[in-house]
């Protein structure tokens, strides 16, 4: 049998966390294995309990959602990241993803969508509100700029064949038995990629690849 995917869940306000607790228990391959009230707390957990996915709010008291997630990939590397928030502004937007949150939904989410992402997120696939989508390919645009376009372009083929594999959720390991590749030649391809892209992290170049059409998203479970 399958192993759950083990979560620690951070929000400062008792009845969302509560509520969000009660939404993830219902799925038998989710389970909470710890809540937190703050970031230090929430952080104190990552580290301790190595979970599977963080899933987190922006504004909380002692640590901020944003420094959780750069500081858990120092003690918790394999520990992903979701965002749950009431938020969209555009500097969380880009300090979130720059900080390597795979996910970032919005707390009018359904329930569905919650348990979705989180399932999504633990196979390593970026997973963004819609509305958070729109705003992201804005911003890259905004930010990169259309100068850099070119940079873009000078993905080769077999680069292009790596991102959209990232793209859809994939891990080095498995990109690299799909290809027929060592793990060692994917992650240069990763390194031409994010030299190329003018990035620093396979969230950056597949959020901007699919800004640029170069790859395609999976589609969005419907309920």
């Given at each position: ?76 590397p394999d520990t992903e990241a979701l965002i749950l928030t009431a938020f ?109 892209m003018g990035v620093t992290s396979r969230v950056e170049a597949v959020l ?16």
């Amino acid at each position: 049998m399958t192993e759950p995917i083990r979560i620690v869940l951070a929000d400062d306000h008792w009845l969302l966390r509560e509520g969000t607790r009660h939404i993830l228990d219902q799925c038998s391959d989710l389970k909470v294995v710890g809540d937190a009230e703050d970031g230090e707390q929430a952080l104190d957990l990552i580290s301790r309990l190595q979970p599977d996915v963080a899933v987190l709010d922006i504004r909380m008291p002692k640590l901020n959602g944003i420094e959780i997630v750069r500081r858990m990939k120092e003690v918790s590397p394999d520990t992903e990241a979701l965002i749950l928030t009431a938020f969209d502004d555009d500097d969380f937007i880009v300090a979130l993803m720059a900080a390597g949150a795979l996910g970032y939904l919005l707390k009018t989410a359904r329930p569905s969508e919650l348990i979705d992402a989180v399932q999504r997120v633990h196979r390593g696939e970026p997973v963004l509100h819609p509305a958070i989508a729109t705003k992201v390919s804005r911003l890259w645009l905004r930010m990169k700029g259309e100068s850099d376009r070119e940079q873009t372009e000078q993905l080769n083929s077999r680069e292009k064949e790596v991102l959209q594999l990232a793209a859809d959720g994939l891990r080095n390991k498995a990109i690299a038995e799909k290809l027929n590749l060592s793990v060692r030649t994917v992650e240069g391809y990763f390194r031409s990629i994010f030299a190329k892209m003018g990035v620093t992290s396979r969230v950056e170049a597949v959020l901007l690849a699919i800004s640029r059409h170069i790859v395609t998203q999976k589609e969005e479970v419907r309920h």
